[in-house]
């Protein structure tokens, strides 16, 4: 027969911690919304996902949408924009 090992004391997440991470998980939400409110009055970022190279198939009850060229560019901007913070943050 083995011994149980009790469970380490600080290594569970009470309520209250959780309670705090879903605080910090609604918030970042929000801001993302609004972010995303924000955006779609910029002209440029209404026209994204209707760019020449993105594919859409629509066929009866059936439609899939690949942007594959708005995500290639979405992709450059965030690595720019992350490039640029980072530099910022190590100065």
Not at 34 to 42: K, Q
Not at 57 to 77: A, E, H, K, R, T
Request: proline content about 5%; hydrophobic content about 55%.
């Amino acid at each position: 027969m083995t011994d149980l090992e009790p469970e380490p004391k600080g290594k569970s997440m009470g309520l209250d911690s959780i309670g705090g991470v879903l605080v910090v998980i609604g918030l970042g939400v929000a801001l993302l919304g609004g972010a995303l409110l924000l955006a779609s009055r910029v002209p440029f970022l209404n026209q994204l996902f209707n760019l020449p190279g993105d594919i859409r198939i629509q066929n009866g009850n059936f439609s899939c949408f690949f942007p594959i060229v708005s995500m290639i560019i979405l992709s450059l901007l965030l690595t720019v924009i992350a490039n640029i913070i980072i530099r910022l943050l190590n100065k």
